[in-house]
């Protein structure tokens, strides 16, 4: 049977497109519908621009932390969001052409079009065009959604922060989890008073429980007003105002609300049904090890599969897709061992492998820990402390785990995660000379367990 394309990728974002630059460049005839812009979440409405509000909304804490080292006539002055957001706007529309140019450069055909599935080898663009692929990719991501409550249409998500004409004068930030933590810290430090709201006890659930208590605090103190176990049952339009009711009994008002309370898989009217392709109870498509679907000829990546939503994991997906189908080198990629970062201000949290909860149920572990105060921020006159951790198994001295909770965190964790995903064992991190002075060598200078976890299940033992 004679195809159109030997691989039809529905999706331009990070994941789709590697999984077609890869392929073509196997020399695969390759297509790929994306309708919207080219690079998904993260290039256009994630990771990109949010790192780079981040940035911007750093320089009070910086003008602080100089007038500590005697630079007395230092302050970050007003923010100006009409003067931020044209070169915001500039850097994304670069980004944009620059995945574009890749996959043309690729041979990589592009339709501008929303797709959907027509049956297990044929894709429909929305402009009524049909075309037949021995192989479809399904790597449409995911979407913000909108909680079940009354007026909830009211709320922003996370997409409409980069699109704002101008910034709020009060603003609520609903959730707990990455999301939610990273921009209540942006709106507060870009000048914007802002109202963070949890329903639960403290902040980035599933995160290592060291790392949910200095966050928590973290973001208590930095200037967000942090309500916990607290939500909001009702917004109501007042005026140019949103008044929104919480669970508590009270009202409060603000100029913007925003929604950070999950993402689902963006599979709706992507013909999978049609098609017969199985999905999950939020709409993911299930998948095996190899990212294939029930049907054979189809497969997904990425957010829309919901096993880990992270940039690097779908780019990582799709690249072992393509070595596997087109490049005749069978690849896929471990789950269990992914790093992550929150970005938040002015430590950030990073994590890899088990955390110290998980060891508990396991039992049978070594937590190193140490916390200090940074010289950096110490001398500048700041309290904040950092935190590093180890979780190290007992018997084989394996790393099992990582997390650190400091400035630059995300930096420092990516190289951590080199020596833990390869099975560096204590004694590898306690033979490494350490580099003097950084934070970083608190990793390979812990010595003494803090805590013995013994194989008893839930049975902590002080060392």
């Excluded at 919207?36 to 949010?50: A, F």
């Excluded at 670069?94 to 574009?100: G, I, K, Q, V």
């Excluded at 109870?281 to 294939?292: A, M, N, P, T, Y």
């Amino acid at each position: 049977m004679s195809f159109d394309y030997d691989l039809f990728v529905i999706g331009g974002g990070s994941g789709g497109v590697r999984a077609a630059r890869i392929s073509a460049g196997y020399g695969a005839r390759v297509a790929l519908a994306e309708e919207s812009r080219m690079g998904g979440t993260c290039v256009i409405r994630g990771c990109v621009p949010k790192k780079l509000m981040v940035y911007a909304s750093s320089a009070p804490e910086a003008a602080a932390d100089s007038r500590g080292y005697g630079w007395l006539d230092a302050e970050a002055g007003d923010f100006s969001w009409p003067a931020f957001r044209p070169k915001l706007d500039e850097e994304l529309d670069r980004l944009e052409r620059a995945y574009s140019a890749g996959l043309e450069a690729a041979g990589v055909t592009i339709h501008k079009q929303r797709a959907r599935l027509r049956g297990p080898h044929e894709v429909e663009l929305a402009g009524g065009e049909v075309f037949t692929a021995k192989h479809i990719l399904i790597a449409a991501g995911g979407r913000p959604y909108l909680p079940d409550l009354p007026g909830a249409e009211l709320g922003m998500i996370s997409d409409d922060l980069f699109l704002m004409k101008r910034l709020p004068t009060r603003a609520l930030v609903v959730g707990g989890g990455f999301i939610a933590c990273e921009f209540a810290g942006i709106l507060n430090g870009l000048g914007v008073p802002t109202v963070q709201v949890y329903r639960g006890d403290k902040v980035l659930r599933g995160f290592d429980s060291g790392l949910r208590d200095l966050m928590t605090e973290q973001i208590a103190e930095s200037g967000v007003s942090l309500r916990l176990n607290a939500s909001p049952e009702k917004l109501e339009a007042d005026g140019e105002r949103i008044r929104v009711s919480m669970n508590d009994g009270t009202t409060e008002y603000y100029d913007a609300v925003m929604f950070a309370t999950g993402r689902v898989p963006y599979t709706q009217g992507l013909g999978l049904e049609e098609a017969g392709v199985k999905t999950g109870k939020w709409g993911e498509i299930l998948v095996d090890e190899w990212s294939q679907t029930n049907i054979p000829s189809i497969f997904a990546v990425g957010d829309v599969t919901d096993r880990i939503n992270l940039t690097p994991v779908a780019i990582r997906e799709g690249h072992a897709f393509a070595d596997t189908v087109f490049g005749n080198k069978p690849d896929k990629l471990d789950h269990s061992l992914v790093a992550s970062a929150v970005y938040t201000r002015p430590h950030e949290a990073a994590t890899i492998g088990m955390t110290e909860d998980e060891a508990e149920l396991r039992g049978d572990v070594l937590i190193f820990e140490t916390r200090f105060r940074p010289t950096r921020s110490m001398f500048a006159g700041s309290d904040a402390r950092v935190m590093m951790k180890l979780v190290v198994d007992r018997q084989s001295d394996r790393v099992l785990g990582c997390h650190i909770f400091g400035p630059d965190a995300g930096e420092m964790i990516q190289l951590a995660a080199i020596a833990v995903t390869m099975g560096a064992t204590k004694r590898d991190f306690d033979r490494t000379v350490a580099v003097h002075p950084t934070m970083a060598e608190e990793l390979v200078t812990l010595r003494q367990p803090a805590r013995v976890i013994d194989a008893v299940k839930d049975r902590a033992i002080g060392a």
